[in-house]
């Protein structure tokens, strides 16, 4: 099985750089690194080349220009450009624990996708945390929240079973799925705009196409990286979308990534 990270970004380049150091000191490495980049500046693109010289992965860059809140289009791209046949997911906000990657493979299965939660870390700690570049958090380390997540226990993450029901826990910055599985139901709605749904409504829209999910529990840490909200002035048309993807029991998109493939 050949392994993609994919990672999705935004303008905020000091948070990219802890990322993706704890993408190429991963115990077990993706076989490449995509980076879905919703138009940053070149001070993203300096950061990810300096990357690219140092990585014993392959780092890929997949960019377009800033547009508003276009994540979805972003990802499909990455997502079609794959040389993977999994795909490992995550945000440029969420730092992951050297085990990450691995754990993800460990618990890939044929036609099940993958979700785990973060551990947050706290708005008043974020100086000390870009200062000294920090990458590991023990389960007493200050800065963190939600501690519980912090813990490594892969024998007790076997007891999570597969179900067929979407997870309120389900979040688009710590996911894992088959490419095959994605592009059956046509990856990522690109008629969302703005903030909100696209990581959910591509789920419940693989769950209706035969998918099932399983929560990665004590395996698969990240550390989320405190910000401010997003704009979420397009989350109710978003919603609306997705309401009719449960409702109709929606397989396919009409905009998505047949596009790029």
């Not at 618990?107 to 870390?121: C, D, F, H």
């Not at 813990?151 to 999570?160: D, E, G």
């Not at 688009?172 to 799925?177: A, E, I, K, Q, Y």
């Not at 099932?212 to 048309?237: A, P, T």
Request: hydrophobic share 35%.
């Amino acid at each position: 099985m050949k392994t993609s990270l994919l990672i999705s970004t935004y303008n905020w380049p000091e948070a990219l750089d802890l990322v993706l150091s704890s993408a190429i000191n991963q115990k077990n490495q993706a076989d490449e690194i995509l980076i879905a980049d919703d138009g940053s500046t070149e001070e993203t693109k300096a950061l990810i080349d300096s990357f690219k010289s140092k990585s014993i992965v392959p780092i890929r860059h997949f960019w377009h220009e800033d547009n508003g809140f276009r994540k979805a289009i972003i990802l499909n791209k990455a997502i079609a450009g794959a040389t993977g046949d999994y795909i490992v997911q995550i945000d440029g906000d969420c730092i992951m624990h050297k085990n990450f990657v691995g754990d993800h493979i460990a618990m890939a299965k044929e036609n099940t996708y993958l979700y785990g939660s973060r551990v947050n870390i706290q708005e008043d700690y974020l100086t000390e945390l870009f200062k000294n570049r920090k990458l590991k958090f023990g389960f007493f380390d200050k800065g963190i929240k939600k501690r519980t997540r912090n813990l490594r226990i892969p024998l007790l993450s076997r007891m999570y079973g597969r179900h067929k029901e979407i997870s309120k826990k389900m979040r688009g910055c710590n996911v894992s799925f088959w490419k095959k599985d994605v592009i059956d139901v046509n990856g990522y709605n690109e008629e969302f705009v703005g903030w909100g749904r696209e990581d959910s409504e591509l789920i419940l829209r693989m769950i209706n196409n035969g998918v099932l999910g399983q929560r990665l529990r004590y395996r698969g840490i990240v550390y989320h990286i405190w910000h401010k909200v997003k704009d979420k002035s397009g989350f109710k048309r978003n919603d609306a979308i997705q309401e009719k993807t449960i409702a109709e029991k929606s397989t396919w998109c009409k905009k998505g990534i047949d596009a790029y493939l």
